[in-house]
Structure formats: structure tokens, C-alpha cells
């Protein structure tokens, strides 16, 4: 079992959908948790970074960790066609690699 | 601020082969970290250096290696080149070592091996 479980999607939604995207780890120690944004051809971009558990705000987007259930949640809200991307969650536990999950395919349709 | 360069951007070898990557930092980041990407197995973390020291190595055989200058420029070298290989390759750049800080990944070498 991989350390961080990502469904690959892909994902298709309308414009002005609300997106969730979701994620599980298995390592009890993660205590840092991010959501990357990889547009084709390019390198990932961070979006969120979140300490341990709570939920953060950013615009349209909004990150949620449950440490409880070890679940990891972006949620994008009024989604643009510009959100079409794959989207990484990784996690880790501060002195060790970050472990990334293997990425949303996201599609927002006009 | 420039970002994060890598070279070169495409590369094709034939197995047996090696190569060498590039990747040159953001100006004043010491942390570089490779990482593999494919579509079956995802992001995978190859190793981190800081101040020309190897901090992290992830799982891979010896095959892959690395290793930083006194100016952060960061080399990545995989010998015997296996079909398995195939792959983007990304390295980001941080200040430090340490996930508090940001990483910014560069734009990846997609290394063909045929």
C-alpha cells in the first residue's frame, strides 16, 4: 500500500462546479500536508500547505486534513476551465521526503 | 526572480546508456530535490542535496546518483540506462532543507529510453 492514496480520475465537471478532490494516507506521523497543481508540460506548483489538522482557505480553493480518518480534502469552488490540470496531494513528517500521492485529472468544461 | 531551469528539456538514450540532467536553482535556494514521475507509479523522491550534501535518498538503485555544486547547481546521473527509466524527471529547489519550506519544482527533462 502506497503511503499516500490518490484516485487518478480523470475528473470532468462544468464550469462553476464545485470540485473535491480527496486524499488518504497511512503514516501517523505525516504532520505537513500539501495539494500541487501540475499543468501539462510543466512542473507541479504548490497551491495549499496545511499543518497538521484544520482547514485553510485560499480565493476559491480550500484545503481540509482529518488526522482522525487520515483523510486529505481540496475543494475548489466556481471552478474556471483554467483549473483543468492534475492536481498532487502530498504529505510528510517534517524531517523526512515529501511522499506524493499519483494525481487528479482534472477537466473543467466551458 | 528566475525559476527553477532544468536541461535539457527532451532526451532520448538507448538502453545501456547513461545520462546526465541538469538543474540549476532558484537564485539563493541551497535544497535541491530530484524527483521521478510516471504515469503508473507517480512522483517519486530520488534524493535531496543541501550545501553539497546528499540529505535524503529515496528508493532506487544505485544506477541513479547525483550531486551538487558550491554554487546549488545540481546534477542528477542514471547509468545502464533501463527501458523502465522512461520518465520525467523534476527537481525542485528550496532555501533549506525541510518540508516547511516551499519547494518550486522546475519544468522536467522527459527522458525517453528506447
Known amino acids: 500500500q502506497k503511503e499516500v492514496e490518490q484516485d487518478p480520475g480523470p475528473l470532468s465537471v462544468p464550469e462553476g462546479a464545485i470540485v473535491s478532490l480527496n486524499c488518504t494516507y497511512s503514516n501517523s506521523a505525516f504532520q505537513y500536508f500539501m495539494w500541487y497543481r501540475q499543468y501539462s508540460r510543466k512542473g507541479p506548483e504548490l497551491l495549499m500547505y496545511?499543518?497538521?489538522?484544520g482547514n485553510k482557505e485560499d480565493g476559491r480553493f480550500t484545503a481540509q486534513v482529518d488526522k482522525s480518518s487520515k483523510y486529505i480534502s481540496l475543494f475548489i469552488r466556481d471552478s474556471q476551465p483554467s483549473d483543468s490540470a492534475t492536481y498532487l496531494c502530498?504529505?510528510?513528517?517534517?524531517?523526512?521526503?515529501?511522499?506524493f500521492g499519483k494525481g487528479t485529472r482534472l477537466s473543467v468544461i466551458a | 526572480k528566475a525559476g527553477v531551469t532544468q536541461t535539457p528539456r527532451y532526451l532520448i538514450k538507448t538502453r545501456g546508456q547513461q545520462v546526465t540532467l541538469s538543474c540549476s536553482p532558484i537564485s539563493g535556494h541551497r535544497s535541491v530535490s530530484w524527483y521521478q514521475q510516471t504515469p503508473g507509479q507517480g512522483l517519486q523522491f530520488l534524493f535531496e542535496?543541501?550545501?553539497?550534501?546528499?540529505?535524503n535518498k529515496g528508493n532506487f538503485p544505485g544506477r541513479f546518483s547525483g550531486r551538487q555544486f558550491s554554487n546549488s547547481r545540481s546534477e542528477m546521473n542514471v547509468s545502464t540506462l533501463e527501458l523502465g527509466d522512461s520518465a520525467l524527471y523534476l527537481c525542485?529547489?528550496?532555501?533549506?532543507?525541510?518540508?516547511?519550506?516551499?519547494?518550486?519544482f522546475g519544468p522536467g527533462t522527459r527522458l525517453t529510453v528506447l
Open positions: 525542485a529547489s528550496s532555501l533549506t532543507s525541510g518540508s516547511t519550506d516551499t519547494q518550486y
Open positions: 496545511t499543518y497538521s489538522s
Open positions: 502530498a504529505s510528510d513528517s517534517g524531517n523526512t521526503p515529501l511522499v
Open positions: 542535496y543541501f550545501s553539497e550534501t546528499q540529505r
